[in-house]
């Protein structure tokens, strides 16, 4: 999503005692299940991650074309908190992506409900731009899809993408997601409304997208 639903000043409380154990409990409500992919490890977020996401999210090339993150350690420690309290509210979840073999977090995915249940959500994402165009984003997000429509029941999965974040619509594209319609000056960014291109996957078209690789070993010539 490009605008993030959290908003700072409607949040004041920050979480203490964040959980630091893994979570195996198949209720997502009562904490997040560890995903693993081949690069990545997608786990809960703890207030402790909250200076490497500063660090890394705040720059200008990963917030150009999203809404303004927190400003300050604290405020990520804050969003933190959300985060949490949201995900065992049952409306959205928000998991923390690490490398696999180091535990600091590099970036977020997002999802949120747009109806109770979960049936229509959309989702959103940034990643430290040390990390971008590593495979980091394509492992993470199919994690994230298979939660989305294994786990979390989303028939219909929304993203908004700036047009003018060629990442982000690239990004979008390769996973296969559709543009369904062009939000004309839809996102009040930086004193100026850009447009946004809406972006869907279908829970039918994930499960059945073609999974092969998309290169096929030559034969050996002896
Ligand atoms: C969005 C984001 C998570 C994607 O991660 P990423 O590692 O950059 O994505 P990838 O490199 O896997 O895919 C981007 C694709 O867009 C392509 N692309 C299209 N237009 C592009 C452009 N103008 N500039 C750069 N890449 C572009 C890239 O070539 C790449 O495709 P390829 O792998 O086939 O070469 C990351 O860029 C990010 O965090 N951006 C800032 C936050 C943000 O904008 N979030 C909202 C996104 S809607």
Redesign the pocket.
Known sequence: M?QMPYRPELDLAVMTGTPTTEVTSSDWRTGLPTLRGGQVVLRELRASDAPSLFALLTTE??????SPPPSTVEGFERFIAWTLRQRTAGAYVCFAVTLKGYDTAI?IFQVRQLEPGFGTAEW??????D????????DGAELVLDFAFETLGVHRLE????VL??????????LGAVQEALLRRSFHHKGQYLDQALYTILDQDWFARDTTPSFVAAPRVH
């Open positions: 490009e090339e990963v917030s150009r074309f999203i970036g959103g994402f940034a990643i430290g731009s990390f971008w165009g590593t495979g980091v984003f394509q993203a908004r993408a700036a974040n060629g990442r982000g619509n690239g990004a979008l594209q390769k």
